[in-house]
């Protein structure tokens, strides 16, 4: 017999994999099943629904893509905002060059948000967790004056955008050299304002 737990755990890795190779209108719940070696029933005793599945999966990557951008700001009375933002940015790359499947299935969200408000509105609410991050960061070393109090806000924007866009190359398989970009957007835009 199964361990309930196991087996939740094997569906959820199932959908992630095969709604990320073949996107949620070409697989079907039987699919996972099959592939988890259960019944189509068994599936629906976890999720009641397909949609159900495709919800608590999306709840599972927006919690692990708020792990991936989140910073402790007691770190920043340990290292410098540069070293903070440099091994923020490097985490993020090499996580994202491990498992480019996790990039695929987000842009099948991505997708869905332009059809559901659900996932728009939940998308939206990431994004700006996601710049709120790195604004709360330069606040922080603002006040603990490592850093000028000067269009921090813009500037933590546009690393963002650059944060994001280098996880979106990442999935085209665009051969750069991530980290130097990331850590050379970083130095252009600490330039001037460090104390």
Avoid: C
């Amino acid at each position: 017999m199964r361990d309930k737990e196991q087996t939740h755990k094997q569906i959820i890795e199932t959908a992630f994999s095969m709604f990320s190779e073949k996107g949620f209108d070409q697989t079907s719940m039987a699919n996972i099943a099959a592939e988890v070696g259960i019944t189509k029933p068994a599936v629906y005793y976890y999720f009641k629904s397909k949609d159900d599945l495709i919800k608590g999966l999306f709840d599972i990557i927006a919690k692990e893509i708020q792990s991936i951008t989140s910073i402790d700001l007691k770190e920043m009375n340990d290292m410098d905002l540069r070293t903070v933002l440099y091994s923020l940015g490097k985490k993020a790359i090499s996580l994202q060059k491990q498992n480019l499947q996790f990039n695929q299935l987000f842009n099948q969200y991505l997708l869905l948000a332009s059809r559901d408000s659900y996932y728009s509105e939940k998308i939206t609410e990431i994004q700006q967790k996601f710049f709120n991050t790195f604004y709360d960061l330069f606040k922080h070393a603002v006040k603990m004056k490592a850093i000028k109090d000067e269009n921090i806000l813009i500037k933590s924007q546009l690393l963002g955008l650059v944060f994001d866009n280098i996880t979106n190359f990442i999935l085209t398989d665009t051969k750069l050299d991530f980290e130097l970009v990331w850590r050379e957007a970083v130095d252009n835009t600490l330039r001037g304002i460090e104390l």
